[in-house]
């Protein structure tokens, strides 16, 4: 089975500056994809960034870039330029590309992100 | 106006009853997803269906049910077996086509039992 670990319950950054958000995972498949979902204080998830596992690219969506190392089993997230709405708990998730396992997503525990003036 | 609906916002339920939770989409996606989260945790799958009139257990499904009659619904009860329901209770779906990888979740609901 797959796990996904987030090893920072909390983090904070300054407004403008940049931080960055750790998850690890554990998976003994080649093909996958990964996500980075945000769920602020109205608690609906949202979509902020994914990555296929088999490309070598690093994804990125305006401020929000991830570090993908596929070895290693990681997958970061990156946010430059902090802004005040960008605080939320931050959800990694891993889902598999077995079409049967039905798209089920393993998610991490979450990290929340403080953004101070 | 596309989107996934859940209603209601909130739910206070009384120990012993059974309790409905809504979750319509108007996207036309195919599958659709509920999801539970309790606090310091993340999302755990109740239930999940890839087609009208099939659906298929998760990691916690014991003390749900769900039925999955039209395409745009997807209503989960959660049942007076269910020891623990306090949660917030999340419902997702996802298309079969492009950009079949990922889910778009609904507001959620939050379910107080008291």
């Known amino acids: 089975a797959q796990t996904v670990t987030q090893s920072q319950p909390e983090m904070s950054v300054q407004e403008a500056e940049t931080v960055t958000l750790s998850c690890t995972y554990d998976?003994?498949?080649?093909?996958?994809?990964l996500f980075w979902y945000k769920q602020p204080p109205s608690r609906q998830m949202i979509l902020v960034i994914r990555?296929?596992?088999?490309?070598?690219q690093n994804a990125t969506e305006n401020r929000f870039s991830v570090n993908f190392q596929k070895a290693a089993k990681s997958f970061s997230l990156k946010i430059s330029d902090s802004q005040l709405g960008d605080a939320a708990m931050y959800f990694c998730?891993?889902?598999?590309?077995?079409?049967?396992?039905?798209?089920?997503?393993?998610f991490g525990t979450g990290t929340r992100l403080q953004v101070t003036l | 106006d596309g989107g996934i609906t859940q209603s209601p916002k909130y739910l206070f339920r009384k120990e012993g009853q059974n309790v409905t939770l809504s979750c319509e989409q108007n996207?036309?996606?195919?599958?659709m997803y509920w999801y539970r989260q309790d606090p310091g945790q993340g999302l755990r799958l109740i239930y999940y269906?890839?087609?009208?009139?099939?659906?298929q257990k998760g990691d916690i499904a014991e003390g749900y049910s769900v039925s999955r009659e039209k395409k745009e619904s997807f209503p989960l009860t959660v049942t007076s077996a269910q020891k623990n329901p306090t949660a917030f209770y999340l419902c997702?779906?996802?298309?079969?086509?492009?950009?079949?990888?990922?889910?778009?979740f609904g507001p959620g609901t939050r379910l107080t039992v008291l």
């Open positions: 997702a779906s996802r298309t079969q086509g492009k950009g079949a990888d990922t889910q778009y």
């Open positions: 998976t003994s498949e080649s093909d996958y994809y």
């Open positions: 990555q296929e596992a088999y490309k070598q």
């Open positions: 998730a891993y889902r598999s590309f077995n079409t049967g396992t039905a798209s089920k997503l393993t």
């Open positions: 996207l036309n996606h195919d599958a």
């Open positions: 269906s890839q087609i009208v009139n099939d659906f």
